[in-house]
């Protein structure tokens, strides 16, 4: 790990370490289970115009945008956006606020995927045939499309893994099984980042990697099975018709945001640690069309294995159930059973879905970290001296949050907390984020601020991203989000009022800080109320000499002159213009 002289800030050891936590960082599980899922729900091909339309003219610019203010304000999402637009200052702390919630659920992911690779070393699969204990008179060793039975690896998943209960209301015990392999999930994500950039720019060479090594022998073991065809053709071959639909738009656009990561705060935490002159824009486009190929790659190996199934069940493709987690872990590890050599794959898949999610769960504890580090490293240090009992605390706090979802009702409370987290709370703070950057602090300061760091201005694909077109998308996504919103429901169970009231403050706690920060940054800026919300919205009026404290460090001296900033500093002249 280097250490920026000038900032006093780590920085990344190589700038590939921070391209590949980068990747790592935004190809997680939903490329593996919610992407295959849209696209199986949105008419197989025809989803993939739309989403490929969306990461060029969203996904692309609104990851270049956070990457840029990351790395020039040297800064995590909280001190980031009150420097960009004091006024909106609160859409950094519920970034944090919104990624420590997940952390705290997305581990059970991981901890369900260790559950099944630890099950997998055996020479039977124990979802191979109905003759456990666990498994009732309706379980079937094939799958039917039949209501009345259910298949061993959906009674594996329900009656053994999960021992679910009959809904939120009835909770159950606690799954010991389950809370140690949540620890132990915790135990190696502290592991890979308690000395921050250092340690996890170590791991990423193979948490990003392998997983890609895993897909493509999967892939080249799944199209020699029987019916593999008809599920690729299924997958690439669009149904035309299903692009009048606008909820075909709204999903592809939506699953591109989630999946990179946009709001999240993630990636500007950890561009924050680059270099002060790094190019951006390779970092970018690495990062953006990485996670796109994975997700169509990972398509082909998925969609492989529904035409293997399909085979099975003689149905169509179309006609295959699936729904959320039930892709991962009930779905995939049936086409398991009948493959050659069936506990090799599976450990291999399992395996692959632990680097995933690790490396996802990295960037969104080290948000929170990043994140009490920029505002009171003094006295947090003074009393825990060290920045490793600092993660130790965050991932303490993380697990014992999260051992509501490993008691027998939770799945109940994971699904809960993903549609009001991931569906419901992102939309609000990406559409402020994007106002607050874009709009108040403006695209001439953002071009000015990549021309001082890379000395290339944006060209205008991205000016006019940043200024009509990713506005105008974000707030088309998040009005049809609010109109076509449904309540939280898990297969055919519906939560009743009582749990969707939870929900919605669940939503809140990141939601809330928006308004109460808005509030506090008038309240602390002199003048009257006109004056107070001029300078509310005036990139860096919180700051004592309303500049970038990074250029205060470095000595620079700063002489503003109508759209032309002259930075000089060492016997060194930079002109920046400001268009």
């Not at 872990?329 to 395996?351: G, I, K």
Request: net charge neutral; with cysteine; charged share 10%.
């Amino acid at each position: 790990m280097a250490v920026d002289e000038e900032a006093g800030r780590p920085t990344w050891s190589r700038q590939i370490e921070f391209t590949l936590a980068g990747i790592g960082c935004a190809v997680g599980l939903g490329n593996i289970w919610r992407f295959p899922y849209l696209c199986y729900r949105s008419g197989g091909g025809a989803f993939l115009v739309p989403y490929l339309l969306m990461l060029v003219v969203l996904g692309i610019p609104l990851l270049h945008m956070e990457l840029t203010l990351g790395q020039y304000l040297r800064r995590g999402p909280v001190l980031a956006l009150a420097k960009a637009c004091p006024l909106l200052k609160g859409v950094g702390m519920a970034t944090v606020a919104i990624s420590f919630i997940m952390c705290t659920y997305y581990n059970i992911i991981i901890t369900w995927a260790l559950y099944y690779m630890f099950s997998s070393f055996r020479s039977e699969l124990l979802w191979e045939n109905c003759n456990n204990t666990w498994n009732t008179a309706n379980c079937s060793d094939r799958a039917s499309n039949s209501s009345s039975s259910s298949t061993a690896s959906q009674e594996f998943f329900n009656l053994k893994v999960l021992e679910r209960t009959s809904g939120v209301e009835e909770t159950g015990v606690l799954r010991w099984e389950l809370f140690l392999l949540l620890l132990l999930a915790w135990i190696l994500v502290y592991l890979c980042i308690f000395k921050g950039v250092k340690s996890t720019g170590k791991v990423v060479y193979f948490t990003a990697l392998f997983p890609y090594v895993i897909l493509l022998a999967l892939l080249i073991n799944n199209v020699q099975l029987p019916g593999a065809i008809d599920g690729i053709r299924f997958f690439i071959i669009p149904e035309w018709d299903k692009l009048l639909n606008v909820e075909v738009w709204i999903n592809a656009a939506a699953q591109i945001f989630n999946s990179i990561g946009i709001g999240f705060g993630s990636l500007m935490a950890m561009s924050s640690y680059n270099n002060f002159n790094n190019n951006v824009l390779k970092d970018t486009l690495a990062i953006s069309i990485t996670n796109s190929l994975t997700s169509i790659f990972a398509g082909f190996v998925i969609f492989s294995a529904f035409g293997y199934m399909s085979h099975l069940q003689n149905v169509p493709v179309s006609e295959i159930a699936v729904d959320g987690p039930g892709l991962v872990f009930v779905v995939y590890p049936q086409a398991f059973v009948t493959m050659p050599v069936a506990p090799l794959w599976a450990v291999l898949f399992f395996f692959m879905l632990l680097c995933l999610g690790l490396d996802s769960q990295f960037a969104m504890v080290e948000v929170m970290v990043t994140s009490l580090l920029d505002s009171y490293s003094k006295p947090i240090l003074k009393h825990l001296k060290r920045k490793e009992f600092v993660v130790l605390i965050v991932c303490g706090a993380a697990f014992l949050m999260g051992i509501p979802n490993v008691m027998q009702v939770g799945i109940y409370v994971f699904q809960l907390m993903d549609h009001y987290t991931a569906i419901v709370s992102i939309m609000f703070l990406a559409f402020f984020e994007v106002i607050g950057v874009c709009w108040l602090y403006g695209v001439n300061r953002l071009s000015s601020n990549l021309i001082e760091m890379t000395g290339n201005r944006p060209n205008i694909f991205f000016r006019v991203c940043w200024r009509v077109i990713c506005p105008v998308l974000i707030t088309v996504i998040l009005v049809f989000s609010v109109i076509q919103f449904k309540p939280a429901r898990y297969e055919d169970y519906v939560y009743p009022p009582w749990a969707q009231a939870v929900g919605w403050l669940i939503a809140l706690a990141s939601i809330i800080w928006i308004p109460l920060a808005a509030v506090h940054t008038l309240w602390v800026l002199p003048g009257s109320f006109a004056q107070k919300l001029r300078k509310s919205i005036t990139p860096f009026s919180l700051d004592e000499d309303s500049e970038c404290p990074y250029y205060q460090q470095k000595g620079a001296i700063m002489e503003v002159i109508p759209n032309i900033a002259i930075i000089s500093s060492d016997h060194k002249t930079q002109i920046q213009t400001n268009l």
